[in-house]
């Protein structure tokens, strides 16, 4: 051992580059086996010198020149158009108001005809609800039924089953098939399901067994804003059991929701950040 | 094999613009989705395509789906594994397997990277003079070559300034907190 020099970084620095001679060579590689120390220095500079010496920083360069021009264009301005299109919407409601409530105040000669052919009369619209979340739904009101029903109302609404560009996204991967716990199984309602009129509210359970001791469920709509700001119409933390297993959880769950029509989606997740989609599926409610 | 990986395996422009092109917007709504930013979904493209650049030319890369859900995949399991090391959590996905699919999971490929980055941020701490000696070293340019260029009096001068930019490349290389964890995870 007498001729191992004790710099042992430059000792692994010469064999790397040539510097050494036929028999330091052996010497060097007879050490290598034995001595972990040496090994750890020598592998680090022949990780670096490869990686350094291979095409992945040159294209890494490459890569933020391209990013800094052709990626995804930012979308700051995204909330700020959703509430200039809330203001307008609501300018065009009040203003269809004001139309709808115009010929009963309008001079008797003006537009006879449409003050007779109006459905509805024209002091029920102010009372109308705007359109009401599900989860307000969900709680059993004593709300007047005598307002304008609802079916007419939904049928006329075909944006609500528009799928949404997001969620739809991340249904064309295995998450929704699979998800991270193959063991959980959505039992009610399967992907694509339709629910009819009359089976609102809706239900669905979720049967069988994960890793995790909590998962959330969340219901969202096809609102595609409404989902990135991780606002779910409904969720909820469920608890589960102790399954036989090691480290298994049994999950038997059902509830019943009430929807109003439209397109919705059902995530299961591991937690409420959304780290592990556990399943995924879509609805519809007619 | 798919027109996309051909490109990034031979870095090709107009590939790798037209894959940004025609991807970042759906990746950006993924990540946004997972409640990342703008920037997190630009590193996640980005590191995406070296990961994907990497097992490529490892030729262990086998798709089954479409490149661009292949794409966002990968930028998925590496956003959220920054994520996660954010809430100085676990570096690993026990069940990323699943989630990805195909040739992943990346736990070996996410460690190189992280490695690689650290490479080159200890790389970017160095002096101009180290950055030039190792840069020409490492593209194995001679030492001769390397003294000409940049002006040292003998060969054996340049050997010794190599010698000590490298020492202190792997000296801030070593001194990170990440290093430890990330050769403790190459071990494995």
Same mark, same amino acid.
């Given at each position: 051992?007498?001729?191992?020099?004790?710099?042992?970084?430059?000792? #692994?620095?010469?064999?790397?580059?040539?510097?050494?001679?036929?028999?330091?060579?052996?010497?060097?590689?007879?050490?290598?086996?034995?001595?972990?120390?040496?090994?750890?220095?020598?592998?680090?500079?022949?990780?670096?010198?490869?990686?350094?010496?291979?095409?992945?920083?040159?294209?890494?360069?490459?890569?933020?020149?391209?990013?800094?021009?052709?990626?995804?264009?930012?979308?700051?301005?995204?909330?700020?158009?959703?509430?200039?299109?809330?203001?307008?919407?609501?300018?065009?409601?009040?203003?269809?108001?004001?139309?709808?409530?115009?010929?009963?105040?309008?001079?008797?000669?003006?537009?006879?005809?449409?003050?007779?052919?109006?459905?509805?009369?024209?002091?029920?619209?102010?009372?109308?609800?705007?359109?009401?979340?599900?989860?307000?739904?969900?709680?059993?009101?004593?709300?007047?039924?005598?307002?304008?029903?609802?079916?007419?109302?939904?049928?006329?609404?075909?944006?609500?089953?528009?799928?949404?560009?997001?969620?739809?996204?991340?249904? *064309?991967?295995?998450?929704?098939?699979?998800?991270?716990?193959?063991?959980?199984?959505?039992?009610?309602?399967?992907? *694509?399901?339709?629910?009819?009129?009359?089976?609102?509210?809706?239900?669905?359970?979720?049967?069988?067994?994960?890793?995790?001791?909590?998962?959330?469920?969340?219901?969202?709509?096809?609102?595609?804003?409404?989902?990135? *700001?991780?606002?779910?119409?409904?969720?909820?933390?469920?608890?589960? *059991?102790?399954?036989?297993?090691?480290?298994?959880? #049994?999950?038997?769950?059902?509830?019943?929701?009430?929807?109003?029509?439209?397109?919705?989606?059902?995530?299961?997740?591991?937690?409420?950040?959304?780290?592990?989609?556990?399943?995924?599926?879509?609805?519809?409610?007619? | 094999?798919?027109?996309?990986?051909?490109?990034?395996?031979?870095?090709?422009?107009?590939?790798?613009?037209?894959?940004?092109?025609?991807?970042?917007?759906?990746?950006?709504?993924?990540?946004?989705?997972?409640?990342?930013?703008?920037?997190?979904?630009?590193?996640?493209?980005? +590191?995406?395509?070296?990961?994907?650049?990497?097992?490529?030319?490892?030729?262990?890369?086998?798709? !089954?789906?479409?490149? +661009?859900?292949?794409?966002?995949?990968?930028?998925?399991?590496?956003?959220?594994?920054?994520?996660?090391?954010?809430?100085?959590?676990?570096?690993?996905?026990?069940?990323?397997?699943?989630?990805?699919?195909?040739?992943?999971?990346?736990? +070996?490929?996410?460690?190189?990277?992280?490695?690689?980055?650290?490479?080159?941020?200890?790389?970017?701490?160095?002096?101009?003079?180290?950055?030039?000696?190792?840069?020409?070293?490492?593209?194995?340019?001679?030492?001769?070559?390397?003294?000409?260029?940049?002006?040292?009096?003998?060969?054996?001068?340049?050997?010794?300034?190599?010698?000590?930019?490298?020492?202190?490349?792997?000296?801030?290389?070593?001194?990170?907190?990440?290093?430890? +964890?990330?050769? !403790?995870?190459?071990?494995?």
């Amino acid at each position: 051992m007498s001729n191992v020099p004790i710099d042992k970084e430059k000792w #692994a620095e010469d064999y790397i580059d040539n510097q050494l001679d036929a028999v330091q060579r052996q010497a060097f590689e007879e050490a290598l086996a034995e001595d972990e120390a040496l090994r750890d220095i020598y592998e680090l500079k022949q990780e670096i010198r490869e990686y350094f010496g291979s095409e992945v920083p040159a294209l890494r360069k490459q890569l933020a020149h391209i990013s800094a021009s052709h990626f995804a264009p930012r979308r700051r301005s995204r909330r700020r158009w959703t509430w200039a299109l809330a203001v307008l919407g609501g300018a065009l409601l009040l203003g269809g108001l004001y139309w709808w409530r115009r010929p009963a105040h309008a001079p008797s000669g003006e537009l006879p005809q449409q003050d007779t052919t109006i459905v509805r009369p024209a002091d029920t619209l102010p009372r109308r609800k705007a359109p009401v979340l599900p989860l307000d739904e969900a709680t059993p009101s004593p709300a007047p039924r005598q307002e304008a029903p609802q079916e007419p109302i939904a049928a006329l609404d075909e944006s609500k089953f528009v799928p949404s560009a997001v969620i739809e996204s991340l249904m *064309d991967e295995q998450v929704r098939a699979a998800g991270v716990d193959s063991a959980l199984v959505i039992t009610v309602p399967p992907n *694509d399901f339709t629910y009819s009129k009359d089976e609102r509210p809706v239900s669905f359970a979720l049967k069988g067994d994960t890793k995790y001791e909590t998962v959330y469920y969340e219901i969202y709509n096809n609102d595609d804003q409404r989902f990135l *700001d991780e606002a779910p119409l409904r969720s909820e933390l469920i608890t589960l *059991d102790e399954a036989g297993g090691e480290g298994r959880f #049994a999950i038997d769950y059902a509830t019943e929701v009430a929807l109003t029509p439209g397109l919705y989606y059902l995530l299961v997740k591991e937690s409420a950040a959304a780290l592990d989609v556990l399943h995924l599926s879509r609805f519809k409610v007619q | 094999m798919d027109r996309y990986i051909q490109g990034i395996r031979q870095r090709d422009e107009r590939v790798l613009i037209e894959i940004y092109s025609k991807y970042s917007d759906a990746v950006y709504r993924r990540i946004k989705g997972l409640g990342g930013s703008y920037d997190d979904a630009q590193d996640a493209f980005q +590191e995406a395509l070296i990961v994907i650049y990497n097992k490529s030319q490892a030729g262990e890369i086998v798709i !089954h789906t479409t490149f +661009e859900a292949y794409l966002k995949k990968v930028c998925h399991y590496l956003y959220i594994n920054k994520r996660r090391k954010k809430d100085e959590s676990t570096v690993t996905i026990p069940d990323a397997g699943t989630l990805v699919s195909e040739a992943l999971p990346l736990d +070996e490929e996410l460690v190189r990277q992280e490695r690689q980055n650290l490479f080159e941020e200890a790389f970017k701490q160095l002096g101009e003079q180290c950055q030039r000696v190792l840069g020409l070293y490492f593209q194995k340019v001679s030492m001769k070559a390397i003294q000409a260029q940049l002006g040292f009096v003998s060969e054996e001068a340049t050997r010794t300034k190599k010698y000590r930019c490298q020492k202190k490349l792997e000296e801030l290389i070593r001194s990170d907190e990440r290093f430890g +964890e990330l050769s !403790h995870k190459n071990k494995k």
